[in-house]
């Protein structure tokens, strides 16, 4: 299964952005990058998804590093509703399944 | 649109007994994946079912199989149950198996 390395934890206070880290340094060319979120009590939830270039979404933006060995996203503006376990996922183009390692638990301070 | 829906939310088995989870897609998917999520961990891909055939597994035993049904719903059936069974058991759909995947909000198995 493809790697990536995630914070096990970060906190925001409300209102502000959020860059959530992630690296895949053996990322292959036809891996695409998914984010998924987990709030509590609920299943997981498509963020965004790229493969070479940054993406933007009503949710979040995706940049993606020039060697795509890692990327960021990016929540604007954190809201108490954002408080979740985000996970960062490589698909490879060949393969059905999702990844899903312990991702970053954000936490929002009001 | 419902989105994904599975029953039941909440089930209680006996150690050796058997089940069936149920998971409906969201309109217009075809595709079916089944993920294990013990607590405090992320899921876990069971397998993945494509016009009613399962089409990527992954590393669980033969106890668990599935079925999945001309309108695309699917059946998640685990055997022998074992108290190592007891976890959040997710459903999502996609439209032929990549992208953007929606997940039910689960069925939470206890195996007593």
């Known amino acids: 299964d493809a790697k990536t390395t995630q914070p096990n934890s970060m906190e925001s206070n409300e209102e502000e952005p959020v860059h959530l880290p992630c690296n895949h340094s053996t990322i292959s060319g036809t891996d695409y990058i998914h984010w998924y979120r987990q709030l509590p009590s609920q299943g997981p939830e498509y963020v965004i998804h790229g493969l070479t270039s940054n993406v933007n979404n009503r949710m979040a933006s995706l940049a993606i590093a020039e060697d795509r060995k890692s990327s960021t996203l990016i929540l604007h503006r954190a809201t108490l509703r954002d408080a979740a376990v985000y996970y960062c996922?490589?698909?490879?183009?060949?393969?059905?399944?999702?990844?899903f390692g312990a991702g970053t638990t954000v936490t929002v301070r009001a | 649109d419902a989105g994904v829906t599975q029953s039941p939310t909440h089930l209680i088995k006996t150690r050796g007994q058997q089940v069936t989870l149920r998971c409906s897609p969201k309109?217009?998917?075809?595709?079916v994946s089944w993920y294990q999520q013990a607590l405090g961990q992320g899921p876990q891909f069971i397998f993945q079912y494509y016009e009613e055939e399962e089409r990527q597994r992954g590393n669980f035993p033969d106890r668990f199989s599935g079925h999945q049904f001309p309108n695309y719903s699917s059946e998640l059936n685990v055997n022998a149950l074992l108290l190592g069974d007891s976890a959040l058991y997710l459903c999502a759909s996609s439209l032929g198996g990549q992208g953007e995947a929606f997940f039910g909000q689960g069925t939470r198995l206890t195996v007593v």
């Open positions: 996922i490589l698909e490879p183009s060949n393969d059905y399944k999702l990844s």
């Open positions: 309109s217009g998917h075809d595709t």
